[in-house]
């Protein structure tokens, strides 16, 4: 594929653990767990490629109301996928970085996620967004009220506010917006995931449940895009 059509921030809504598991007659945390494999695969292929950004939708600020268990299972395996990367961090060129409310995560997890993100912040591949307790509301009304405080500090009105001076309060300052959002399981909402950032972002619904998405189903996405045409309200 020609690198000019290649998008250089994919987004992703890994939906469809729970089906999967169900319909082999497994329990959710054993879908979870089928599903990292694939994050493993889907961003080592992403960086083969030369993408520039991924990021992961892997528990929302909604996820909390799920069982005690399902909730465990998932944090758990956010251990062990963050433990993972901080001992491959020395000889892997990924950047890991993660966004979310981080305030609301077990202290263990916070300390791992602060490790992570130090050991790989001058990596030069692939940069891997995790969201982790996101929430795109949650996301706003934190930073307006970072904005606040800073206006505040720095004696500036609200005519000073503009979407640049904005978006340097959000979780994903500095990074660019996802070209493509990718969701797996037919579900074709965003789930609060990434309300500013996706604004002009092209859309890829596909029925295939996560633990099933495969590298081929990724390059079917990327070419989708390609054929995409993109206006940002222009005519032509
Ligand atoms: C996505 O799979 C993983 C998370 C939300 C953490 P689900 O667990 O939502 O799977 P379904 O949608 O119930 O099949
Ligand atoms: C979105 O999936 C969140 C993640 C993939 C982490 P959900 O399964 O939680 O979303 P809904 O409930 O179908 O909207
Ligand atoms: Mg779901």
């Known amino acids: 594929m020609e690198k000019t059509k290649l998008p250089r921030h994919v987004a992703i809504i890994m939906d469809g653990n729970g089906r999967w598991a169900k319909e082999k007659g497994l329990s959710r945390n054993e879908g979870h767990k089928k599903g990292t494999d694939v994050v493993k695969k889907i961003t080592q292929h992403a960086e083969s490629l030369g993408i520039e950004y ?68 001058d990596k030069t591949g692939i940069c891997i967004n995790i969201a982790i307790n996101y929430g795109g509301r949650d996301e706003l009304i934190r930073a307006s009220r970072k904005m606040i405080m ?8 609200a005519e000073d506010v503009d979407e640049t001076y904005f978006e340097q309060f959000l979780d994903t300052a500095g990074i660019p917006d996802p070209d493509l959002m990718i969701r797996t399981s037919g579900e074709m909402r965003t789930s ?37 045409k993109r206006r940002f309200g222009q005519s032509e």
């Open 192 to 228: 609060n995931y990434l309300p500013w950032q996706l604004a002009y972002s092209e859309f890829y619904f596909t029925n295939c449940l996560w633990p099933d998405f495969t590298v081929k189903a990724f390059d079917l996405a990327l070419l989708e895009y390609s054929n995409r």
């Open 150 to 157: 800073a206006l505040q500090q720095k004696g500036l009105k």
């Open 54 to 121: 991924v990021t992961l939708y892997a528990f929302s600020t909604e996820n909390w109301k799920r069982p005690q268990d399902e909730v465990e299972g998932l944090m758990n395996l956010l251990r062990q996928y963050l433990k993972q990367h901080i001992k491959e961090a020395k000889r892997k060129n990924a950047c890991f970085h993660v966004i979310g409310d981080r305030h609301g995560l077990p202290e263990d997890i916070r300390g791992q996620i602060e490790q992570l993100e130090t050991l790989t912040k």
